[in-house]
């Protein structure tokens, strides 16, 4: 029996925080006291105004709070050098990033208490419970601690981008936007503590992916892009290359969000997608009878597949 059987990846985006009870999303950054930089308050004293907190002010808001993505947009819009601009930028990053930090780690400390009921907290105790999973957060949040708290014991996982509590948090914009070079400082992977992962292989290897609130947005295409084209392409339709793949979403809405994400990696595919593997989306924000039931009957399965396999392995 296939050792794959028994192990199952899962990804975790900012979307699992909030099931958690979690006020850590960019839209409550920028409504909350941690938003560095407010009209009404006064700039640091270690630095002036500068363009881009001007630019991050005016546009978050009407971009429903996509951090990332208005600094790719900023950089992008930048085509000139001019010293006192980009060294005022600079500072405002270093900045924008401490802010970051201690909202986060404030949203970790402030989250209600989880109980057994939240579908979040089942989910992930089950996942551990029921199954060998390889666990990737895209989270600032200290997953540990969390699994600490819920009494999973040997808990191990990958934070792709950092946590606060090292205060090693990557974030930015992706290394293959053009941009003038003076600005690279905003690209991931001029972060110091930038690290490699294994999720890229990992994705290619699995049988069964689980992505609990990742929006799979374009500034993680790099992450995801290959996985998704390889397992929506014709060529590729061999039983032996089905993989089981499950995202759980918000609400309806954060569906066809996802959908339209996925369209942009895999050329439009989509029904090739759900067609050459078991595809299937949990709806866990919503509580109606289809989305609950659809919910449980995910959890019944997985605590089955290890009994199943527990049966085998005795024969």
């Known amino acids: 029996m296939s050792k794959n059987l028994k192990e199952i990846l899962v990804i975790l985006g900012n979307g699992f925080d909030i099931a958690l009870g979690m006020k850590s999303s960019f839209r409550d950054f920028y409504d909350g006291e941690f938003w560095p930089f407010k009209r009404e308050n006064k700039i640091s004293s270690h630095r002036t105004a500068s363009v881009l907190d001007r630019f991050l002010n005016i546009n978050m808001r009407e971009n429903w709070y996509d951090l990332e993505n208005l600094l790719a947009q900023y950089a992008l819009s930048i085509s000139h050098k001019n010293e006192a601009t980009i060294e005022a930028d600079k500072k405002c990053f270093v900045e924008l990033k401490e802010a970051l930090i201690k909202f986060v780690d ?13 579908k979040a907290v089942r989910f992930l105790k089950a996942i551990c419970e029921f199954r060998i999973p390889t666990i990737y957060s895209f989270n600032y949040t200290g997953l540990n601690e969390i699994a600490s708290l819920l009494g999973i014991p040997d808990f191990t996982y990958t934070p ?16 293959n936007v053009k941009i003038l070079p003076d600005y690279d ?13 294994s999720l890229f ?20 295409f790099h992450f995801f ?39 942009a990696m895999n050329d439009g595919r989509n029904n090739q997608l759900f ?13 109606d009878s289809l989305a609950l039931d659809e919910f449980e009957l995910w959890m019944k399965n997985l605590k089955e597949t290890k009994e199943r396999i527990k049966g085998i392995s005795m024969l």
């Open 275 to 287: 067609a050459q593997n078991d595809f299937q989306f949990m709806r866990m924000a919503e509580n």
């Open 106 to 118: 404030n949203a970790q400390r402030k989250m209600p208490n989880l109980i057994s009921l939240n």
């Open 160 to 175: 792709v981008h950092g946590t606060v509590q090292t205060k090693n948090i990557v974030v930015g914009i992706e290394d």
């Open 185 to 197: 400082f905003l690209k991931k992977v001029s972060e110091p503590t930038y690290k490699s992962t």
């Open 225 to 263: 892009r290959r996985f998704f084209q390889f397992h929506s392409d014709e060529m590729n339709s061999d039983p032996k290359n089905k993989c089981k793949i499950t995202i759980f979403t918000a609400n309806s809405k954060s569906r066809m969000e996802v959908l339209s994400n996925l369209r």
């Open 201 to 220: 292989y990992d994705l290619m290897r699995a049988k069964e992916v689980v992505i609990f609130g990742h929006s799979l947005g374009e500034n993680d």
